[in-house]
């Protein structure tokens, strides 16, 4: 297929590209960016981009796609179709499955699964440790030439220091990031919300900011020793952005991400014990979210990530002691940062597409996140100022786990396009 997307608001930040272009891809690449590009011929579909913005495809690099062992939940196809339709190309699925992605066998499953029915590009993530136990390191090596781009235990801390230093010397040798789960069990203690005003009023056990900011203290040190990256998963503390900001500043090797939730809700969306605002780390307070923010915006704060986490409805309705931790993100991601962040001149959008493109392909090492010549044409069209309503019943996903039914957002994605694949016309999943 050939084609020819025309008259678009091209914003590509690592080329510096940010002007009304034409773009034309053949055989699954960009093969010319420039003004006024006329093509013609048989099976060349052209796109009218006019009045919209065209940006390379978003990159995930936090998600759970449940396969294999809950695809109850979610499963890779029914993943990658809810990614499309919000704009990613690239997903990089966490190792929380069962079995847990700690061996040559499961990512090589993974990998076939997802070029049998993926719609987009999956890259697995294989665990620290053997089965996430936190006792032994997992064959890093061997997962990193069966092709996964980080290791993480996420759902899981490693709460053994020495052991999380030999992880990240050994990462190290691979040039494979170790993403961490900033979590100390030891103060969590059957926690199930932020601690604060919200949880004393609801009479639920909570969750101490510190839980989150001793271990991101703990590996931001373990960084500095070893002289190996470290990314922080899903940060959610003023504190925890307060000492990123100084490691850096310090030139430690850190990079971390935060998701859509942590800077749009607050522990307030737990009141009448809602399930669906459940998650970890919790949903923590104004003043959170406001460092959050400014974390974005200083660049402190170097990825969004969706940490989409589906599960069934009956994991949720049930008492909130009891209930699944996580919501999914997909399809949201980017009309909450769209809507919260540039709209509220937090961020441009040009700042937005390095937090969401850029800065995780360099994460990964991925050969992702721009609109370059002779690169894999992975590209979505979007329009940043229609306004919908999200209703979780029209979502791809297997799961509804989303506290955002009900919002008005602005910015929906018209087309996303895969290796020069349509996936996504006209707002509709092929």
Known sequence: MRILIKNGHVIDPKNNRDDILDIYIEQGKIVEIDKNLDYSGGELEIIDAAGKL???????????????????????????????????????????????????????????????????????????????????????????????????????????????????????????????????????????????YMSTYLGLKGISKAAEEVMVARDIVLSEVTGAPIHIAHVSTAGAVDMIRYAKAKGIKVTCETCPHYFTLTDKDVDGYNTIAKMNPPLRTDKDVEAIKEGLRDGTIDAIATDHAPHHTDEKNVEFTKAANGIIGFETALALSITYL??????????????????????????????????????????????YVVDVNQFQSKSRNSPYHGYKLKGTVHYTIVGGNVIVRQKVLL
């Open 54 to 196: 065209v940006v390379p495809g978003l990159i995930d690099m936090h998600c759970h796609l449940r396969e294999p062992g809950y695809e109850y939940k979610e499963d890779i196809e029914s993943g990658t179709r809810s990614a499309a339709v919000g704009g990613f190309t690239s997903i990089a699925c966490m190792p929380n499955t069962s079995p847990v992605i700690d061996n040559q066998a499961i990512v090589e499953y993974i990998k076939a699964k997802a070029k049998s029915v993926g719609v987009v590009n999956v890259y697995p993530i294989g665990a620290v440790t053997k089965g996430l136990k936190g006792e032994e390191l997992a064959e890093i090596g061997e997962l990193k030439f069966a092709g996964v781009v980080a290791v993480s235990d996420d759902g899981r801390p490693v709460m053994n220091a020495s052991l999380m230093r030999r992880a990240l010397q050994y990462s190290s040798m691979f040039e494979t990031p170790v993403i961490s789960h900033c979590e100390d069990l030891t103060l969590v203690d059957e926690g199930v919300m932020n601690e604060g």
């Open 342 to 387: 540039v709209n509220e001149g937090v961020l441009t959008m040009k700042e937005l597409l390095q937090k969401m493109c850029l800065n995780p392909a360099n994460i990964l090492g991925l050969n992702k996140g721009s609109l370059g010549i002779d690169k894999p044409a992975d590209i979505i069209v979007i329009d940043p100022n229609e306004e």
